[in-house]
């Protein structure tokens, strides 16, 4: 009982990290975004970062930016930074230096083709190559809004048409009560021996 218990937790993480199966996280950068060693207080899980792909003042983030669902550091980010110091030191959840709400939601980069969700919506710091959802991650989206002008929740665009699951859903809705007709058919009009 205990080890299932045990089991059963530690499969609700896994599926937690890697968001929604209607909507899963990528799970790792593209390779067209490089990663490299680094000692910022604010990467020591990977000792990796990567940089931006913007004119931010800070570009440098951890190397695992966006790649699960979990609450990812912005270092670049004024409403969760200050920035007036190099490297930038994190605000405070409270207080008079106090943190943006949205610095502390879930979210992780994910596939728009592959995502049923209608929150994805393209990266401010990797527009031509990366979108996100906080959906996936059972967050809601209060970055965009808060900080971006021009991009809009939802606006990610599929670069390939999706699979129209519906349509073999469809079909097998449509054999099945074909067959449900044949078997009152059947009843209703026995073969004659």
């Given at each position: 009982m205990i080890r299932s218990m045990v089991l059963a937790s530690f499969s609700g993480m896994a599926q937690a990290s890697t968001g929604n199966p209607a909507c899963p996280c990528l799970g790792a950068l593209p390779d067209s975004i490089p990663k490299f060693d680094c000692t910022?207080?604010?990467?020591?899980?990977?000792?990796?970062?990567?940089?931006?792909?913007?004119?931010?003042?800070?570009?440098?983030?951890?190397?695992?930016?966006?790649?699960?669902?979990?609450?990812?550091?912005?270092?670049?980010?004024?409403?969760?930074?200050?920035?007036?110091?190099?490297?930038?030191?994190?605000?405070?959840?409270?207080?008079?230096?106090?943190?943006?709400?949205?610095?502390g939601d879930a979210w992780c980069y994910i596939d728009p083709c592959a995502c049923d969700f209608s929150d994805p919506t393209p990266s401010d710091y990797f527009p031509e190559e990366l979108e996100y959802s906080y959906e996936t991650c059972e967050s809601e989206n209060r970055y965009t809004d808060a900080v971006n002008a021009t991009n809009k929740i939802g606006s990610a665009k599929c670069a390939r048409p999706k699979a129209k699951s519906s349509d073999a859903h469809t079909l097998k809705i449509g054999l099945g009560l074909l067959v449900v007709s044949m078997g009152t058919l059947m009843k209703e009009y026995p073969a004659q021996a």
């Open positions: 910022y207080d604010f990467a020591p899980e990977s000792m990796k970062c990567v940089e931006l792909k913007n004119s931010y003042n800070w570009t440098i983030y951890p190397g695992d930016y966006g790649e699960k669902c979990k609450v990812h550091k912005e270092p670049g980010a004024f409403g969760c930074y200050d920035l007036s110091s190099d490297p930038p030191t994190e605000k405070f959840t409270g207080g008079d230096n106090k943190q943006a709400e949205w610095c």
